[in-house]
């Protein structure tokens, strides 16, 4: 690893070291690290547990458990200086004694992880995108679950292994990490050694194994027939009352969308699920201009609920988006609840994109 030296206009190299040499521990430090920072892998993912022990009839503990952005679950096994010998075989015990986790099983994993600092149900669907509890389907299918093995030096015959399993369609990745000093600081750095990123589209290509169990697929496809058939009725509902989805497409999906053009990465959406009902605007830039755009309106908190007075903000810090959002408990799957909802949701989508669009353009919004 270089470091530049932009007033000399040349690279200084930064030494490579060792953890034990700055008495790093591997749970203590390299663990934490990755709890509170799992972007090092390069993609999404949100930590579940630490230390996890959850297996029948064993003491052994895996790491960190987390999941990725299609709900599958991630083991992840660290090491210090060396990965040993063993460690492939000990994190595929691990994966296959995870395998058997249900969706509930890992919602209360979660809870157990987050304690009283936290909802784990609704942080894990905010994180996968999903409005319905009905879609939220963890673990999905079989041999899904993913291994990520962490060391600062992988002997022979653990990347050995790891490239034989991948053969059969074992997810199962390497990641390097080293230790660098310079100016008396740690740098550390994380790389993807196997796949390397760069081939990985020209590897053999991992088989589809999210295979719904039957029952499951047809509820889904009840689900999002259903759904379309709503929103087709909205849209001539809207159609007929100038309403703001008129001449939209129907979706199979939770929500309807349209942007507001006064306000960066702004969006009123309507959404619906089993139990609720609601309108909201959604702010889906960039994380860090959603949150100041969403703190800028915060402060015309009190104009705005003058007109609607029963909004809630929630700035969702540990996720890239915000929202202000209206609720109804209206069910999309009551026939005798579909004329309310119809009606909230003109009435609301229409007023907010007409209040905040005014606001966006007042407060300078569009380019923030």
Known sequence: MYIVDKENNKLIRAQECSFKKHNLR???????????????????LIIIQKEFAGFADTRERLDLLALDKKGRLVVIENKLDDSGRDVTWQAIKYASYCSSLKTDDIISVFQ??????GDAEKNIMEFLGINDRGDLKLNPGENTQRIFLVAAKFQKEVTSSVLWLRNFNIDISCFKVT??????????????????????????????KEQEEAKMAEATLIRHNGRKAFWSEFIDYCDKHKGLFSASKATEDGSMTK??????????????????????????GDKETNKRIFDILHEKKDELMQIFPKLEWERLDNNKASRIRLDKNYSYQNDTEKEMIFSFFLETSNRMMDVFTKMGQALNLEHK
């Open 26 to 44: 591997e749970r203590q430090d390299l663990q934490e690290w990755i709890d509170k920072e799992p972007s090092v892998f390069g993609e999404e």
């Open 112 to 117: 157990e992880y987050l304690g009283s600092q």
């Open 179 to 208: 230790p660098c000093e310079f100016n008396n600081e740690i740098i550390i750095d994380f790389d993807q050694i196997i796949p390397l990123p760069e081939t990985k589209d020209y590897q053999i290509k991992i088989a589809d």
């Open 259 to 284: 942007s507001i053009k006064t306000i960066h990465g702004g969006m009123v959406g309507v959404v619906i699920n089993k139990d609720c009902c609601r309108t909201e605007v959604y702010l889906d």
